[in-house]
């Protein structure tokens, strides 16, 4: 059965390495299991769109009759029963995997939103310390483990270390080292190279569409 | 085996009502499972507290040897192979858990913080139209359904109507006939009411331990 990935026709230069299609292709390069690009129009969003995405986001799969939103949730559900969530330590994977969603997320969108959708630097500053509180706790929590789990990269790493990408990339983890640390062991593996190579092209691809030669 | 649940051992008045240890309760309620409470300082995080909630937060719950943090993953964690998570329905009730707490929540507390943490009237006022906008995407994402799934009521339902809870009391679904409804259809059940009275008793009880008699 093909897995078919919905994301945007087309974004700006900005977003660019970031919309959250870049998840389940992380997923999926891990899993080795091949998948369909399907695009929807980032301007105008169609009732089609909104019935499979109510917040009129995405991205969004189709697996047979399943259609599924929220990139936390397709993780939830691809890893199933996979090496990226072993049955031993499902609890504790889900709980690592929310925590990324609800305890991390949150605090780092928070302070992105205003930093550079915004431009607003006073209200980025203001967001700044919670930020890093908590990943300062998160680094605790790691310890001096490779891995949330010990040994082995789960589904909740792959999320969590695509969360702090736009951290590290604007020097959050700078005085983290075991976080920082964590965070490029995570984006160094091959699945996160090829799909981030992948994620890339279809933006390419999608501007040659636009600017005819 | 007893399922214990840590909550703080006192609150001031402001939170009460709202401390997730609730979301645990009511699923405890809905499940007809009995429960312990154990309570952790709100004021001194231990070590021990942090080694059981790396953010020094609440609810966490221990059972048998399994101790699990993050109000969403225990009620994933809980639910699974109950009437609140019919496996048909699985990554569909995972999907509507995880938008509740990932696309609606933090929509909700970026506007819950300014207007009743930091009493910043004009920066709620900023973040009220996107929660707003949240909200009307639910509403026609829930339709004329009952529950998110339709007919039955599920662990999605539970979390998104306690997320639903301070907006719906602070006058934001008051044009929105169809989410009101399905949130007082939510908070009318008998487990969600028995849950807020042993959950507000607990504080009551916290009171008088505090006040010597």
Chains 1, 2 share one sequence.
């Not at 939830?76 to 996979?82: I, K, M, N, Q, V």
């Not at 930093?115 to 680094?139: C, I, S």
């Not at 990408?165 to 160094?188: C, F, K, M």
């Amino acid at each position: 059965m093909t897995l078919v990935l919905t994301t945007y026709d087309w974004v700006p230069d900005f977003p660019r390495g970031f919309v959250r299609d870049i998840r389940v292709r992380w997923l999926l390069e891990e899993l080795g299991r091949p998948y369909q690009v399907e695009t929807v129009p980032l301007r105008e969003k169609s009732p089609d769109h909104i019935a499979r995405q109510p917040f009129a986001q995405v991205p969004f799969i189709r697996e047979g009759d399943l259609t599924l939103f929220e990139s936390g949730a397709i993780l939830l559900h691809l890893s199933e029963g996979t090496v990226l969530m072993p049955d031993a330590q499902r609890p504790q994977v889900q709980q690592w995997l929310i925590a990324a969603l609800n305890s991390v997320e949150p605090f780092a969108m928070a302070w992105i939103i205003p930093k550079f959708f915004d431009k607003d630097e006073a209200g980025a500053a203001r967001r700044e310390p919670l930020l890093r509180q908590r990943l300062g706790q998160l680094q605790a929590a790691l310890g001096g483990k490779d891995w949330l789990m010990g040994d082995g990269f789960t589904v909740a790493d792959l999320l969590m270390a695509d969360i702090l990408r736009i951290p590290a990339q604007n020097g959050l983890l700078d005085d983290l080292h075991g976080l920082a640390a964590y965070a490029e062991r995570a984006t160094d593996r091959p699945a996160f190279r090829k799909a981030l190579a992948d994620h890339l092209a279809h933006w390419r691809a999608a501007d040659e569409k636009r600017s005819p030669a």
